[in-house]
Each structure stands twice: as C-alpha cells, then as structure tokens.
C-alpha cells in the first residue's frame, strides 16, 4: 500500500512493515503480546507480534524542523486480528506533566490507512488511577486528524478488518507513563466481537462513555485539509500547542466541548 499521498512521506507498507527506497525508516519497535498481557480482558498466548512503531520517522532534510520545536512525528502500524476476545489495540499510556506546570502532554494523530477508534479517559494517575473522570471515545477514518487533550490516557484500537496506519506528533523530551493501565489491567473498556463494549470492573465508577467523530477544530491553525506531517515542516510554529499546552487551555476546552 502506498502511503506518500496520504502521508507526504515516500512510504509504502508491506506485510505490516514500512519500507521506502527514498528515505531512512527508523528501526521498528515491536509491542509483543508479552508486553500487553497486564492490559489484557483475557490473558492468550497469540499472535505474537502485536503492532508495529517507527519513532521519529522524518527526513533528513526535516530533522531540524522537528528537533528545534522538541517535536517528533511516529508512524504506528496496527494489524487486523483478534488478541483473545478483544479486537487489537494499542496497551495505553498517560503522558507527564510539562516541567514547572501541572499539565500534561498532548498529542496528535492522523489516520493514514483503515479506521480507528481512539478510546480517551481522564483520572489522576498519581491520585487514584482506577478512577475515571471523563472517558470518550473518538472514531476516526483515512485523513481525520484527533487531538488527544492534556490530562487523558489513551488506547488505539483496530476493529476494522483493514490495517491500521497512523501517524502522530508529540513533543520528543518526554517518557509515556503506561504503569496506570496496567495496573487497571487496561483501559475502561474492552472492545470485542461485534463491537460489544465490556466494561473493565477495575475502575471504581459507574461511567458512561461518550461517542463522537472526529472535529477539525480551527483554534490551533492547523490545517486538516493535507497531510500532517507536510503542514507541519510548511508551519511548525503551528504545532507549538504540542510542546506548550498550558499556553492553550481555552484551546483544548473549545476542543473538548465542540466533540459532537
């Protein structure tokens, strides 16, 4: 499957791997199903590789772009296939606070290939992790860009029968925290066969969750019209919102509460 138009890299996938004959792609980092089993509805032995991620997938000639903003773009491939009762899904992580601030990092992603459905939740790890305050999902399809807001975790699933691509912009001087979700043995709910969400009993409320598609809110002037990674090396200013959220809090609340 070619991906440059979609993504404005020179990148194909093949046999859920990228490959490129113009470009460098990073060493693959692959999730096994020994590193998922705390996040797991039901503990299986197979497949054994999981999703597929390229860290700092960027050209040579764009490296500084994304070094001076302490920005980096990743490319996450998601195969079709049930891990046990569930559809595949990424394990789930938090992101820290920005330094000297009590917000969090954000993050943005872009679907280049399938669909995906982005499973949001807000508690506070460091308080009581098994308490929700706010879960969401967000269904997504080819070209829809999500922002994921300071404050929530988040897990990536595939229920589609296509493979998922996806590509993602995240500030590059900082460790995600995945210890939350496996300790609540993963993320709220658990997404299985004909789309019947089961709820994880590990956390304490009793939530409903909240369903939206994706929004191309104006409010951080990116634009949702061509491939993020080309908007980005155009207008890396742009992206600022990624390394400095708590410049933007009316930002993600705009954001938050224009979800439909």
Known sequence: MDLE?????PIREEQNKLVSDR???????IRTIDQAQEVLLRKVDNPEELYYMYRATIKDTDK???????????ITVIPSFMVGDEFNKTVGHYHPNVFGTEVTYPEIYEVLQGRAHYLLQRVDYEKDPQEVLDPILIEAKVGDKVI???????????????TLIMSNISASNFKSIYEPYAKAVGAIYYETAGGK?????NYKDDFSLRKYHTYNYPGFNISFDKPMY?????NPSNYEFLAKPQDYSKEFEEYLNNLS
């Open 5 to 9: 138009k979609i993504s404005g890299l």
């Open 197 to 201: 969400w089961v709820k994880n009993n």
């Open 230 to 234: 080309e908007d980005y090396t155009d």
């Open 148 to 162: 994921i807001p300071p404050g929530y975790g988040h897990v990536t699933i595939n229920p589609w029968p296509e």
């Open 64 to 74: 500084e772009a994304f070094s001076d903003k302490d920005l980096r773009y990743d």
């Open 23 to 29: 470009m460098n792609i990073p060493e693959v980092d």
